[in-house]
């Protein structure tokens, strides 16, 4: 069955960074589309961004570009969010999510903190 752990959240202060990674398992990983996803505390959903299957073409929200990146590893089956000058309104718990055979699938979520 389809499995997506996300991992690497933590408390950071704010300008710092954090790398998340999202390992998935039960599909072909190098086949899919895959994203990133946020919920702040008390706020709803918000996309952070997507990349290509081949990891040749990324897309990122406004509120993100510029400080985040996407990348992926076929090999490992492993989905990445480097994350640099960290805001402290980029606290938040982060999903990946894969969107397969019209079933959305979600990882259990990391949480991140951008606190001083």
């Known amino acids: 069955q389809v499995q997506l752990v996300e991992s690497g959240g933590g408390l950071v202060q704010p300008g710092g960074s954090l790398r998340l990674s999202c390992a998935a398992s039960?599909?072909?990983?190098?086949?899919?589309?895959m994203s990133w996803v946020r919920q702040a505390p008390g706020k709803g959903l918000e996309w952070v961004g997507s990349?290509?299957?081949?990891?040749?073409?990324?897309y990122y929200a406004d509120s993100v570009k510029g400080r985040f990146t996407i990348s992926r590893d076929n090999a490992k089956n492993t989905l990445y969010l480097q994350m640099n000058s960290l805001k402290s309104e980029d606290t938040a718990v982060y999903y990946c999510?894969?969107?397969?055979?019209?079933?959305?699938?979600w990882g259990q979520g990391t949480r991140v903190t951008v606190s001083s």
């Open positions: 039960g599909f072909t990983f190098s086949n899919y589309y």
């Open positions: 990349i290509y299957n081949d990891g040749s073409i990324t």
């Open positions: 999510n894969l969107l397969m055979g019209g079933t959305l699938y």
